[in-house]
């Protein structure tokens, strides 16, 4: 294997490094594929890495071997990345597949331990892929139906993940580097379809799923000032760049004017709901499963055969509105 060379991986670094091609020439295939996934840790991580790239080129052309009993010290740094990357696979998942049977079974815990695992495996550290996601699959049921379930589940398998940190064996790579972009490319396709799919079909949904989820964790952090702080900068550290280079106007008009936008099409999504259920926006629980219950009848493919293709579309409507309005209403008892 040729021996890595600084200058090139400072010129990858300033050309590509948001999509971590610095970090593919170096072999660092894991921390590659969350550059492409975050933009380079949403631009900040690229910046600071600068400082780092020395050290990596001469690990990337060390030819000491890693012990896989080795224990790696705690690291909160890496913690807290796997927390936050973990919340935001959630997100996307929650934003291109929360229309999916059993979601919060399935698809959320599976997106959220694969972020967590994702972080745990930069660079000679690695962790146990079985262990982090058992650890998502037990604690995604006991938050069932709500949108705060991605910060229990983010929290729960990134401990998981670092009672089982552990060093890789080796710091080399031997695959060949087309099948490695091969399977980067897998990951990232696997990754933005779904979520690229929601932009374009269901641009209002996809809002409303961000604003509940927003929603919802501002309101669990609000109990935790000190982790409302931290959570807070980390997700608005595009806003401060922004601003930081003489851009915007006030900070908190600015957040109002997200919330207010946010919280107009939560709102209109709801009244789409009712629309499709036939009931008032003041209709009781009683009068909701009634309506439900009718039109699942009503609609069911299975009774309208004649005109399965509407049909198959009205049921579908009406089973969203449903599951809706209930996980407003738990979000609300909660």
């Keep these: 294997m040729m021996a890595k060379r600084l200058l090139v991986a400072v010129a990858l670094w300033a050309l590509g490094g948001l999509v971590g091609l610095h970090h593919l020439y170096l072999g660092r295939d894991n921390h590659a594929l969350l550059w492409m996934l975050t933009l380079g840790g949403f631009g900040v991580g690229w910046l600071w890495e600068l400082w780092l790239l020395p050290g990596w080129v001469a690990e990337a052309n060390s030819t000491l071997e890693l012990h896989k009993d080795d224990h790696p010290p705690l690291n909160p740094v890496r913690f807290l990345g796997q927390a936050v990357v973990g919340i935001y696979f959630g997100l996307v998942a929650l934003i291109g597949l929360s229309t999916l049977p059993g979601f919060y079974f399935l698809a959320l815990p599976l997106a959220v331990g694969l972020g967590v695992?994702?972080?745990?495996?930069?660079?000679?550290?690695?962790?146990?892929?079985?262990?982090?996601?058992?650890?998502?699959f037990v604690t995604s049921p006991i938050f069932y139906g709500r949108s705060l379930a991605i910060l229990p589940i983010s929290l729960t398998t990134s401990v998981t993940a670092q009672c089982y940190r552990r060093h890789k064996a080796s710091r080399r790579t031997?695959?060949?580097?087309?099948a490695r972009v091969y399977r980067l490319s897998?990951?990232?396709?696997?990754?933005?379809?779904?979520?690229?799919?929601?932009?374009f079909y269901n641009t209002a949904a996809t809002a409303s799923y961000i604003g509940s989820t927003i929603g919802a964790t501002v309101d669990c952090l609000s109990m935790f000032p000190s982790l409302s702080g931290i959570m807070e900068s980390v997700l608005l550290l595009p806003y401060h760049a922004w601003k930081m280079l003489g851009f915007g106007g006030g900070y908190f008009q600015e957040w109002e004017k997200v919330f207010a936008f946010v919280q107009s099409f939560q709102s209109e999504r709801q009244q789409m709901a009712y629309k499709a259920l036939g009931i008032q926006d003041d209709a009781t629980p009683e009068e909701i499963n009634k309506s439900y219950r009718e039109l699942v009848k009503l609609w069911h493919p299975d009774h309208n055969r004649h005109r399965?293709?509407?049909?198959?579309?009205?049921?579908?409507?009406?089973q969203a509105a449903y599951e809706l309005l209930m996980q407003m209403r738990k979000t609300k008892r909660a």
Excluded at 174 to 178: A, C
Excluded at 186 to 199: G, S
Excluded at 309 to 318: D, K, N
Aim: with cysteine; aromatic share 8%; net charge negative.
């Design 117 to 136: 695992h994702l972080v745990s495996g930069v660079g000679n550290q690695a962790s146990d892929l079985q262990a982090t996601l058992m650890a998502a």
């Design 174 to 178: 031997r695959e060949k580097l087309s």
């Design 186 to 199: 897998l990951a990232y396709l696997a990754f933005t379809t779904p979520l690229a799919y929601c932009i």
């Design 308 to 318: 399965a293709e509407e049909a198959e579309t009205r049921f579908l409507e009406v």
